[in-house]
């Protein structure tokens, strides 16, 4: 994960508005935060300031203007926050983060539903 974590920041520095280098990015850094837990021994122990991080990167993922039409940069950026909210849910346990996720789930299913069955008619 370090050796992708870096790649990805060096794809950023070549090309500051490449919208897959922060998607991966931030998986990356969704993967390093969550995992916080297998070293403490409390799954539910998270790195909170990485989140953070990671919510801005999605951001910036959006906002970038590199975005190759194959590379799904929106079903990509919501399947991260719902995961994202997952994550929140474990510590606040608060319905609407399940709802969050919910809906973004949804959303990726819907629009990648519709990606399959327009490639199986071409």
């Not at 959006?62 to 991260?80: C, G, M, Q, R």
């Not at 609407?96 to 069955?117: F, L, N, R, T």
Request: charge should be negative; glycine fraction near 2%; include cysteine.
């Amino acid at each position: 994960m370090v050796q992708a974590e870096k790649y990805y920041t060096q794809a950023l520095e070549i090309n500051p508005e490449y919208s897959r280098a922060y998607i991966g990015l931030a998986s990356v850094i969704h993967y390093r935060a969550t995992n916080l837990g297998q070293r403490t021994g409390n799954l539910t122990d998270f790195d909170w300031p990485a989140l953070e991080e990671e919510k801005n990167i999605l951001k910036m993922a959006l906002k970038a203007t590199d975005k190759p039409p194959s590379a799904d940069i929106v079903e990509k950026v919501s399947f991260i926050q719902a995961q994202l909210e997952l994550a929140i849910y474990t510590q606040d346990f608060l319905v609407e983060h399940i709802d969050k996720a919910k809906d973004s789930y949804q959303y990726v299913i819907a629009h990648m539903e519709k990606k399959v069955i327009i490639d199986c008619r071409n």
